[in-house]
């Protein structure tokens, strides 16, 4: 259990380090947190990697500045790749940075995660684990139970979100391509107007095809969805990773594109 609360510690001192960094420079609090609660788990995992790993090599600085550098930016990197492939989302971009790998990881976060390792090992891990250790054996069952089961619901809500994010996006983008299929072969309106524009003109016109009507419908349908779904933790997302960046263009901003490419 001590583990468990270890990982808790180290993810909120990650948070507060987190949030104080982009809170000071946008001079507001930001919930710098992929999660809803006070916590960065990237943080609790690196320093228990940190802990567990590189403990033994105390009594030599270097060789531990250099392998924490080297464990927590392969974390660093692992977590981009698994979220991105995940949630089809780049939340973390140092492509401007030099010396960056696949924009994901980048030498200036290195070596500070390095002098990080050596903060945890020298300084803030022994007062940590001192702390821990004064709480008596159903305390320390007591309160990882109830920060593990917060944690769990806390994670799963938010993973839910973003999944079905990602489900009402494709479902639109499906829509959007079996509608622009439709407009090419029904062949009911000069090829030099826009495709959005007739769109809108078919909307308007009481003898327009039904076939066509019922597919612009159901794109409306699922776009009216799409919006819906869109709630506090998406919104909370965009506002801790203001320059996250998406696979895909925003739906609504690209749906004309998109449509009107019937002319090509």
């Not at 022994?126 to 139970?145: A, E, F, M, N, R």
């Not at 039904?210 to 709630?231: G, P, T, Y």
């Not at 998406?246 to 690209?254: A, L, P």
Request: aromatic share 12%.
């Amino acid at each position: 259990m001590i583990q468990i609360l270890l990982f808790f510690c180290y993810s909120f001192l990650g948070w507060c380090c987190e949030c104080v960094y982009c809170s000071i420079p946008a001079k507001k609090f930001i919930n710098r947190g992929f999660l809803e609660g006070p916590y960065c788990p990237i943080y609790g995992v690196g320093a228990l990697l940190v802990i567990s790993l590189l403990l033994p090599y105390k009594q030599h600085p270097v060789t531990l500045f250099i392998a924490g550098t080297i464990l927590v930016t392969t974390l660093e990197y692992i977590t981009s790749w698994l979220m991105e492939i995940m949630f089809h989302t780049r939340w973390w971009d140092y492509s401007n940075y030099r010396f960056n790998i696949n924009g994901r990881v980048c030498l200036l976060n290195a070596i500070l995660f390095g002098i990080m390792a050596l903060v945890v090992c020298y300084g803030i891990h022994p007062i940590v684990l001192d702390l821990l250790q004064k709480l008596t054996y159903t305390q320390q069952w007591i309160i990882g139970s109830l920060l593990s089961i917060g944690f769990l619901a806390d994670l799963v809500t938010t993973t839910f979100a973003l999944l079905r994010k990602n489900a009402d996006f494709r479902a639109v983008e499906t829509s959007i391509h079996t509608l622009r299929t439709l407009f090419k072969q029904a062949n009911i309106f000069p090829q030099e107007e826009p495709l959005s524009q007739t769109i809108q003109r078919i909307l308007d016109s009481t003898d327009a095809d039904e076939i066509l009507l019922a597919h612009i419908q159901e794109l409306r349908n699922k776009i009216q969805l799409f919006r819906s779904h869109q709630k506090h933790t998406v919104k909370r997302l965009k506002k801790a990773f203001p320059h996250h960046r998406e696979n895909r263009k925003e739906i609504f901003e690209r749906i004309s594109q998109v449509l009107d490419e019937h002319r090509k």
